[in-house]
């Protein structure tokens, strides 16, 4: 009952075009469409811009669900909270003649000068793993028309911007916080249907074509820091590195590039997995791949996704029955979880080994014990959920059938992450 489509995403993306080769996309860059005022604005170039981020969550602030960044629409601007999701390539709001939309603010055309409402092509959407932290149990799916207008991003302007203007939401959509979703994963341009005619340009290219822009590279620092004991909040830099925000060096690992390709993805080799970090490791039971556990893969890397997904409840059952008995399925959608005290109690350290052997580095990540318990579980008082749901069906990834995990904001949040779609790299490095 459940479609394996939606699954493979993130939070959101237009289902037909979710396992499309990049190939019908590259010769577009080219053409005169998407050709337009680079040479004019070049002195107006920015190589850095802060977004300030604002964290929409749960449970007295425990529960860390979504990251969102203010941006505006139309002329004169209407203002909007948009979910900065790495997992899809489109932004999507709600239009105003919704009426399942939810408590959101709404997008009225009529009221912007600028607004278009081409190429006004009708666009169904569906979204594979929610605001919250619970799995999905069934695809949600909200109806869009593709339309135009300016958006604009802490005076990042994007004049002719296609995106996704919903009139009707799905559960999921609106019952988040934030108004829509900001898509900025690593599609230099992508296509609204399966038969790749109609392509655009998602909004962090845009901005480069533009000239508004000198790079497309997102850094994400998703928790409070800053040097000098000066406090920041969480913040985007986009167009480069905040080198204010990390110690030390960037990491690079390079993604699988065909497989990025295909889902619009951030997708990185998985090598190993293991309980704890440093020098105080283990595999995880029942390896069967010598000292490696049995989870070799690919991982997709979504922002927009509040928890881990391993690849298969057996992968699951492994990691939990290595960590503690108390820790059982919550529900019959793949969360897993334990008493709050318990869980408090055995979390621990996760450790991945990710990276592919030929480019780039091979590094560890951890996703720290802080982040293993993501708190109370909605409607079972003192009942808390672990960082590791599974998916179920299992899902593998399309081309060679390797185990296919997704790493969300968990472990994202430790990091101040690089993500950079032209070097086909995420960087990660330790955040200040
Ligand atoms: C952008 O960075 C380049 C190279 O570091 C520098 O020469 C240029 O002045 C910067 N431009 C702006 C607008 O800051
Ligand atoms: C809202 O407007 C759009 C575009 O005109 C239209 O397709 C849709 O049917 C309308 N929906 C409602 C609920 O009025
Ligand atoms: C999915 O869960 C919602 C409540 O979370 C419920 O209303 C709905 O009936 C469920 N759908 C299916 C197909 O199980
Ligand atoms: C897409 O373009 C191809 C070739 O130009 C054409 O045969 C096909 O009908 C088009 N598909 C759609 C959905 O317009
Ligand atoms: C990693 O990539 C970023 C840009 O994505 C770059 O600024 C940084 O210098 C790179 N780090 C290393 C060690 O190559
Ligand atoms: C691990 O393997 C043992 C022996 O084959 C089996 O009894 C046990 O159920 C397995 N544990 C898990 C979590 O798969």
Redesign the pocket.
């Known amino acids: 009952m459940k479609s394996l489509m939606p699954l493979i995403a993130s939070l959101l993306f237009t289902s037909t075009t979710a396992f499309r080769p990049s190939q019908p996309f590259t010769g577009h860059l080219e053409s005169s469409k998407y050709r337009s005022s680079d040479r004019r604005q070049e002195t107006e170039k920015k190589n850095l811009t802060r977004v300030p981020l604002e964290v929409d969550s749960r449970n007295d602030g425990k529960t860390e669900l979504q990251w969102m960044a203010t941006i505006t629409v139309g002329t004169p601007p209407q203002t909007f909270k948009v979910v900065v999701d790495t997992g899809s390539t489109a932004l999507v709001l709600p239009?105003?003649?919704?009426?399942n939309c939810g408590k959101h603010s709404l997008f009225n055309?009529s009221k912007s000068t600028s607004f278009s409402?081409q190429p006004a092509l009708?666009r169904p959407i569906e979204y594979g793993t929610g605001a919250d932290t619970i799995p999905l149990n069934q695809t949600g799916r909200a109806?869009c028309?593709v339309v135009t207008d300016t958006v604009s991003i802490q005076g990042l302007s994007a004049p002719k911007q296609e995106f996704l203007?919903c009139?009707?939401y799905g559960e999921t959509l609106s019952s988040q916080l934030a108004d829509g979703i900001l898509g900025i994963g690593p599609a230099d341009i992508s296509a609204w249907d399966g038969s790749g005619n109609f392509t655009y340009l998602p909004f962090l290219p845009n901005l480069v074509n533009e000239g508004q822009l000198s790079n497309r590279i997102v850094g994400l620092a998703l928790g409070f820091g800053g040097q000098n004991q000066q406090q920041r909040g969480p913040e985007a830099s986009v167009g480069g590195v905040d080198d204010a925000r990390y110690h030390g060096r960037i990491k690079n690992v390079s993604v699988d590039e065909m497989l990025t390709a295909l889902s619009s993805l951030f997708t990185l080799d998985v090598q190993a997995a293991y309980i704890g970090s440093g020098n105080n490791k283990r595999v995880w039971p029942n390896s069967t791949n010598g000292n490696k556990p049995l989870v070799p893969g690919v991982a997709y890397i979504d922002s927009g996704t509040a928890y881990m997904l391993a690849p298969d409840q057996q992968a699951a059952e492994n990691l939990y029955s290595g960590i503690s008995k108390d820790i059982f399925p919550l529900n019959d959608r793949g969360s897993w979880g334990a008493s709050c005290a318990t869980l408090d109690e055995v979390a621990t350290d996760i450790t991945f080994t990710i990276g592919t052997k030929t480019r780039g580095e091979v590094i560890e990540v951890t996703m720290p014990k802080s982040a293993f318990n993501l708190g109370e579980y909605p409607g079972k008082k003192g009942v808390c959920q672990a960082a590791f749901s599974h998916w179920d069906p299992p899902l593998v990834e399309p081309i060679e059938g390797r185990r296919l995990w997704l790493f969300g904001s968990p472990l994202i949040k430790a990091y101040y992450t690089v993500w950079n779609a032209k070097s086909s790299t995420l960087g990660w490095a330790e955040k200040v």
Do not use: K, M, Q
């Open positions: 239009r105003n003649n919704c009426t055309p409402p009708f109806e028309e203007l009139h009707s």
